[in-house]
């Protein structure tokens, strides 16, 4: 009689970026995924000797065989940290530009108790290989706290800009953040003010709460912030 199968593990988005963390080669690790559990994109950040194309296939086989998930080579986006880099990104970074696989990515987050209920919590980002944390505290409620830590995500943000352009060039700021039920699920709406020199711009982001709400509010205010925030670092 042939031996049954052994089954797969359940998977979530901790669980296999925690997986992909411990890929050879690979520094840091995001996935995003829409509800229902579609992987839309793999982002990796990767060192050392493993090449971008072996590191994609390493991706798909640790997911099939840890949770039988197969994925499109395509979904998987790799950015290499160090001297490794093609010569075409050398070239880009030598004229002061950078790649547009580097964005801001979730690294971690931590939430600490304080007196008379309150919370501070504390948001780290990776951007072009370097981590950036934010701190902020606020009211241990609900909402409160959902705010306080797209803020502790925009001061982490902003630590990467300061080391950019310097002081003063550019504050972001939370204007709320809501939790909706839709399509048989739910989703963290985040909205925030950028201000750059007179002018204000608002930004919107959106994720789907897949393990934590405060994780989706990390990945919905990275991606109300990420693309106009790269466009001016």
Do not use: C
Not at 29 to 42: D, H, L, N, Q, S
Not at 44 to 63: F, I, W
Not at 112 to 133: F, K, L, N
């Amino acid at each position: 009689m042939d031996a049954e199968p052994t089954p797969k593990t359940e998977w979530n988005i901790e669980r296999a970026e925690a997986l992909l963390n411990s890929l050879k080669g690979v520094v840091s690790a995001r996935v995003v995924a829409r509800p229902g559990g579609v992987i839309e994109e793999i982002h990796l950040l990767t060192e050392g000797d493993v090449t971008a194309k072996q590191s994609v296939r390493n991706v798909e086989s640790a997911l099939l065989a840890h949770f039988g998930l197969e994925i499109d080579h395509r979904k998987v986006s790799v950015a290499e940290r160090d001297s490794e880099k093609g010569a075409a990104v050398k070239a880009l970074e030598a004229f002061g530009g950078r790649s547009a696989e580097t964005r801001f990515l979730f690294v971690t987050h931590r939430v600490e108790t304080e007196q008379a209920h309150r919370v501070r919590i504390a948001v780290t980002v990776e951007w072009d290989g370097e981590p950036y944390e934010g701190e902020a505290s606020g009211a241990d409620l609900p909402r409160a706290r959902l705010e306080t830590t797209a803020s502790a995500t925009l001061r982490a943000i902003e630590r990467a800009i300061v080391a950019q352009l310097g002081e003063g060039e550019l504050t972001l700021s939370v204007d709320g953040v809501k939790v909706i039920e839709a399509f048989d699920g739910q989703f963290v709406l985040v909205a925030i003010h950028a201000i750059y020199g007179r002018s204000i711009t608002a930004l919107a982001g959106a994720a789907a709460v897949e393990d934590t709400a405060d994780r989706a509010v990390i990945l919905g205010t990275l991606q109300a912030a990420d693309r106009w925030v790269r466009g001016r670092i």
